[in-house]
């Protein structure tokens, strides 16, 4: 069975840094990209930075110079360092794996809630 287990979010206050942590059982890190979206209420699902299993990156354009996503392939995990965190950056945090050779599949994890301090 696959899970996705997702750990680091919490309360920050606005300009300080939260890193996130994701690990995959069940699948191998390996011809797929894992990563991160995030969904505020009322608004739609975004992606925040992905990275495949090769090692290329791939950031939502408003964390680009702020967030850092790195992969572990050894450990199944992928790691995101966020800084300078804004109040607009406050919602749910989802990681996500997608396996980009036959058989296609998508997971979700069940989300980390990412709060800043007003």
């Known amino acids: 069975q696959v899970q996705l287990q997702e750990s680091g979010g919490g309360l920050v206050q606005p300009g300080g840094s939260l890193r996130l942590s994701c690990a995959i059982l069940?699948?191998?890190?390996?011809?797929?990209?894992m990563g991160w979206y995030r969904q505020a209420p009322g608004k739609e699902r975004e992606l925040v930075a992905r990275?495949?299993?090769?090692?290329?990156?791939t950031y939502g354009d408003s964390v680009k110079g702020r967030f850092t996503i790195a992969g572990h392939n050894a450990k199944n995990t992928v790691y995101l360092q966020m800084n300078n965190l804004t109040p607009a950056e406050e919602a749910v945090y989802y990681c996500?794996?997608?396996?980009?050779?036959?058989?296609?599949?998508?997971?979700w994890g069940q989300g980390t809630q990412v709060t800043l301090a007003s």
């Open positions: 069940g699948r191998m890190f390996s011809g797929a990209a």
């Open positions: 996500n794996f997608q396996r980009l050779v036959t058989p296609v599949e998508v997971n």
């Open positions: 990275i495949t299993s090769g090692g290329t990156p």
